[in-house]
């Protein structure tokens, strides 16, 4: 099946082939192609933690996400500018998505007062006052040269009442126009809305139709993953996700594990980011074709066996799980460097197996199979 | 000038030029070539911390070193050999050089208690009682399948007194001959003499008598880069070297700076090994043409330029001044990676430079234009 491209007013994507809500696709940007769906390495500070940019291309990623927060924190959006972009601080040619900060100024800044037209905050790295509004957000993110833009949002927090999701989600629908209004229009570059609404089925719809109104190059969904569990992500989803237009891409924002991508992928989640596969690798845990595995625990300090002997990173094809252990045991830097490297690679391995499936029209096959694999591990240990 | 190529018992030594006392050649051993004068990285437990093998090899290093007090600790070496051996194990088919686990039981283990044979200690990871002897030491090397082993020796500390220093030397020159017996002689593997004596020439001289006598794949200079200071450890060389056999390679331990080897390579020194590279790299110094930097220094926040020109690493390659010295202010762990990778790739192209400059009898010049090299930061800053 062969969807005609569609152009929004800043990426051109394409749909290869639906497998029943699963789509593949291309979105097309100014700095090259995202096929999708597609998993997005997270380089918080402008550096995929651990890995070296050569590193993270050869897994096969296309799109590395930054952090505004962080970023205009440390080292700052104006001198990131004045050295040529995010682009070339982090040697990153290829798509770039910035979260708006958002999620981090409710996290880690200290004395975050929250105002009707934004948000003032304290620095946690040196205690400095900062403000970031709609239009600030986004000039941030013009300053970094942003691919793919976030506007400003809430990330209600959860578990949340009613009339507080509701008040929150109203604010972020403010705060999505002001973003529009604010957001620099290039070709091949785009600003992505974020659906909001916490597990309320009817405030989700609220804001998908608010936001649909506005108009974006691409849908969001976020105030997920954070706690709710994935029978209630995935339920947010299905009453989400028919209403996105379908001729934009969707982005399921730091969602998740193999399965909760897999699941997205068969509700039609296009775009995925996560810390999981990187901060995994640096605490010695693996993500395999045979489930998740802890390094340093002592049934592996003998064990020649490559760690996952369908991977072809440097991890898997050139060392032994009893390397990979003892690097872990002797607190050895590499340790975390090949595990991050291989997780990241096993995460794009599985994103080309789910964009092969879904062109043939074979997605539940794939993932049956895929989480059969996942068993093998809890069967045979 | 071509010099027959010489067999010693283990390597056949090949030199092709000299230039005064300085040498260019190759060591043939059963992993490949070492070309001479050579610096090999270091890699303690099994890696060269913060680098890939991969990475390791691109900056054109031929030989790492292992060390045997830290691998027989953790993880074993019976394990590393049921494992294949130590090049397997850390995927380094090259030559690998051990030092004996002397220097590190008498820096780092506690409760050591030397005896005529050898010493017992215990272990700094688990308190474990440990034992090495000679015979234990060639058997643990031998089970790592090391291709240049390094006899048990006591690096004397310094200062010490005329007496310690040749009772010492006396003990480790005995140690010395039961490595020899002790050692199991393969094509393409070889052992290496240590001459001690601390500072004290006469002492130094009849170290090397005793282990010509002994008769040494190779002839390593130990007990110096131990506090003596540049102009002690040179004036001991001069005393040292000129009585080394010709026809044999000839290692100073454990040294140095970038001016240290230059230095030592005049004095026709072949092999060096040292942490500077490696550990500079972790803490933010960077070795180069213009001399060193930190670049933790302010000064760098806003630096466009690469931090050196002249190398092709990824760090200079593909990354500014600016972006470095964020990643280390921000605790980014590519910041050691990155830095470590152009160290160590400094050093090779230093020794490349000392090779060619020797093959066309230009050492004097080329070191003087290195030298001034090193002073431009001084001046220009």
Redesign the interface.
């Known amino acids: 099946m062969n969807i005609t491209p569609t152009m929004t007013a800043g990426f051109r994507f394409q749909t290869l082939a639906t497998d029943g809500p699963a789509r593949t696709g291309i979105l097309h940007t100014a700095h090259g192609p995202l096929e999708t769906p597609a998993f997005m390495a997270v380089g918080t500070?402008?550096?995929v933690?651990?890995?070296?940019?050569?590193a993270v291309r050869a897994t096969g990623c296309q799109c590395v996400l930054g952090n505004t927060y962080?970023l205009m924190l440390?080292?700052g959006a104006e001198?990131i500018a004045?050295?040529?972009g995010l682009h070339r601080?982090?040697?990153w040619p290829g798509p770039i998505l910035t979260d708006s900060g958002g999620f981090q100024i409710m996290s880690l800044a200290a004395l975050r007062k929250i105002d009707r037209d934004g948000v003032t905050f304290q620095s946690h790295i040196d205690g400095s006052r900062h403000r970031l509004t709609p239009a600030i957000c986004m000039e941030l993110q013009r300053l970094f040269d942003t691919t793919i833009s976030m506007v400003l949002d809430e990330c209600t927090p959860f578990p949340a009442t009613y009339e507080a999701a509701e008040s929150s989600m109203e604010m972020s629908m403010r705060w999505a126009r002001s973003s529009r209004e604010a957001f620099c229009q290039r070709p091949g570059y785009g600003l992505f809305g974020i659906v909001q609404g916490s597990t309320y089925a009817d405030l989700r719809l609220r804001s998908v139709r608010a936001l649909k109104d506005i108009g974006f190059d691409g849908y969001a969904v976020g105030g997920l993953a954070v706690g709710e569990g994935q029978p209630a992500m995935l339920a947010t989803l299905d009453v989400t996700v028919p209403h996105l237009p379908e001729d934009a891409p969707r982005y399921l924002m730091g969602v998740g594990t193999p399965d909760d991508i897999l699941c997205a992928v068969e509700r039609g989640i296009d775009m995925f980011d996560c810390v999981i596969p990187t901060r995994a690798g640096r605490t010695a845990r693996a993500y395999t074709a045979s489930g998740v595995y802890n390094l340093r625990n002592a049934r592996f300090?003998?064990d020649?066996a490559p760690l996952d002997p369908e991977c072809e990173c440097?991890a898997c094809s050139?060392?032994?799980r009893?390397?990979l252990?003892?690097?872990f045991?002797?607190g050895?830097?590499?340790g975390?460097?090949?595990l991050t490297w291989h997780n990241l690679a096993y995460y794009q391995s599985l994103m080309r197996g789910i964009r092969r499936a879904i062109q043939v029209g074979e997605l539940s096959d794939y993932a049956a199979r895929v989480r059969a694999g996942w068993k093998m591990q809890e069967v045979s240990r």
Chains 1, 2 share one sequence.
């Open positions: 500070a402008g550096t933690k651990a890995m070296t940019a050569d962080h440390r080292p001198r004045a050295l040529g601080f982090m040697d300090a003998d020649p440097p050139r060392h032994s009893a390397y252990h003892h690097l045991r002797a050895e830097m590499l975390p460097m090949l």
